[in-house]
């Protein structure tokens, strides 16, 4: 990709101004289409179950019905119903209180094999006792509250339904477009390093 438009790209963007909202036009060599921005999915960028709803996403397969409601995705073969978000920042090395409302992408690894997908925090605590688990990325204070410890080049996403927050490593960016052959409004998810943010006319 051209120097130019590599500073244009969604992840570049939110790096360097470590802030950005799901809106404006978008653009992809992948799609010719004209097309919106409308969220954030959180992505564990080391993924590599084979049947993970990301590598599907990653595939950006246009045959496959994605179903889109305003907080949630979820293709139709697929039980897994995953989040979306409308805000995302840097979390600069912030902590974050574990509990139901918070997802911790970034941490996926071999303790949580067969674990359901995203993983929110109620969940995680309760693999605090597996092999691998990342204890170091966790405290505990007086109260007995656990917070997530977070990395500076992590990613925290807001909102979405409720007090939901999401937090990774990675990110895919949803985006929505008139499919010019149907005309028929349609869905579909990229990766934020080939995804050009169109500046306003």
Known sequence: MDSQLQVSTIREIVLSKGLLNAHGQVKSELIQEDMSLIGFVPFFEGADLPHDIYSTLLQCDLNTHLIVTPFFIRYSDDKNIYPVFKSISLTNGNKYKVDKNLIIESIYGSWAKGAQRPLYGDSILSKR?????????????????????????????????????????????????????????????FMPDYLIKVLPK
């Not at 977070?150 to 979405?160: A, D, I, L, N």
């Not at 895919?172 to 998810?189: A, D």
């Open 129 to 189: 006792r597996y092999n691998g688990f990342p204890s170091d990325r966790f405290e505990t204070d007086e109260n007995q509250d656990t917070y997530y410890l977070s990395g500076k080049q992590e990613f925290v996403m807001t909102e979405s339904l409720g007090k939901l927050v999401g937090i990774s490593d990675y990110f895919l960016c949803l985006c929505s477009f008139i499919n010019s052959v149907t005309g028929i409004p349609s869905y579909t998810v």
